[in-house]
């Protein structure tokens, strides 16, 4: 089904959109537009109310207030059957009693669709499951599977399709590939998808827009590249991959640049890149943005760099890259990404370093709440646990 031969379909509007559970908000007075044909990613942590998002827009969960429309057309009242909205679940929910063919068939058939054979087999060849039509689920692999539930709920010509965490139950390689293939699926048909998931590599890999969420809101919307290289909180920086962030103070200005004072260093952020208005300020640089120098080679950094120096505690060597931990000399660990261009050419667990980073990769973020908002509790438990061993441990 080429992108042409769609059926036009008009923007998913939510407005107000709140679901309480007792006092509790799980979707709070959420207000946004999903425009038609694009493929949008609403990002979260479990509990921050995609899924309530997601089941409201399905009509699998009814709103304390606001409205759902497409288009023109409110739908906020109508049952999940009467609207045109399909959704592919993580489990995928296919018959097993039924082979692919009649799978893929089963919403034509339900509405007395009399000739399904070419629409079923048009829509087998989008997937590319066509020689696997009279298999059973059960001889198929995960993401052949998940292919099938995408299958039988675009073949209803859904104006959007909302897919809920549905590459969940694949392995990593799979998860990937099919990935790939979510997104080719979607440009052909056209079709709007609402993907919800957990997953910062999927939501940046496949989607058009991503939408951060936290406590039934919105945190950041944008193109994922965006949200990733300026990221407008600390929960955004801090969820979204990774961030260094340094907790520091407003200083003064140098032509287009504003100071940041922290830890006896001083830090240069472009205004344009800073979102603060307080006095209370967290430098944020990413770190593959970082590099790492021998500490008898600072003499080689551009005056202008951001710089600190520090000892590396760890190395690990990923293939395309290595990852250092870089302890500072307030004992704060920087993660520093370098990527294998040069074989053996590391630093080693011991060595004095220097790091340094450009200010035009340097972002700046509201201090006032600190610097681990958007971590997950267990990392900030394990951090704690590292720090007291080091602590205890005796001294050489």
Excluded at 241 to 253: E, F, Y
Excluded at 330 to 336: G, N
């Amino acid at each position: 089904m080429a992108n042409n031969e769609a059926r036009p379909v008009e923007d998913l509007h939510l407005r107000n959109l709140t679901k309480k559970f007792g006092d509790v908000a799980a979707v709070d007075d959420l207000t946004l537009t999903i425009p038609a044909g694009s493929f949008f990613a609403l990002l979260g942590a479990s509990g921050c109310g995609k899924t309530t998002t997601l089941r409201m827009v399905a009509g699998l969960e009814d709103p304390t207030g606001g409205t759902i429309s497409i288009g023109d057309k409110d739908i906020t009242a109508l049952r999940a059957f009467e609207r045109p909205v399909n959704t592919v679940f993580q489990s995928y929910a296919l018959f097993p009693h039924l082979d692919i063919f009649e799978n893929v068939a089963f919403g034509l058939r339900r509405r007395g669709v009399k000739d399904v054979k070419a629409t079923v087999e048009q829509m087998l060849d989008l997937v590319e499951l066509a020689p696997m039509a009279r298999r059973k689920p059960t001889q198929l692999s995960g993401g052949q599977q998940q292919r099938v539930a995408v299958a039988r709920a675009l073949i209803n010509k859904p104006d959007v399709l909302l897919l809920d965490e549905p590459l969940g139950a694949l392995d990593l390689k799979l998860r990937r590939q099919m990935q790939i293939e979510l997104k080719r699926i979607q440009t052909e048909v056209g079709t709007t998808f609402v993907h919800v998931t957990h997953d910062q590599e999927e939501a940046m890999t496949m989607a058009d827009t991503v939408a951060v969420m936290n406590s039934g809101r919105i945190e950041q919307l944008g193109h994922p590249a965006d949200i990733y290289e300026l990221p407008r909180t600390v929960f955004v920086a801090n969820f979204l991959g990774q961030s260094n962030l340094i907790a520091g103070t407003r200083g003064g200005n140098s032509g287009d640049d504003l100071l940041v004072e922290a830890n006896g260093l001083t830090f240069a952020i472009p205004a344009d890149r800073c979102f603060v208005d307080g006095s209370s300020v967290i430098v944020g640089v990413r770190p593959e943005k970082i590099t790492i120098l021998d500490a008898v080679d600072a003499d080689r950094i551009p005056d202008h760099h951001n710089r600190l120096s520090g000892r590396v505690t760890d190395v690990s060597y990923m293939g395309v890259s290595t990852q250092y931990l870089v302890q500072s000399a307030w004992d704060q660990e920087f993660i520093v990404f370098e990527q294998n261009v040069v074989v053996g050419d590391r630093s080693d667990v011991g060595d004095d370093v220097v790091i340094h980073w450009s200010p035009r990769h340097t972002f700046g973020l509201d201090g006032s709440a600190g610097a681990s908002v958007g971590v997950d509790p267990e990392v900030l438990a394990l951090e704690a646990v590292n720090a007291s061993l080091v602590s205890d441990a005796p001294e050489a």
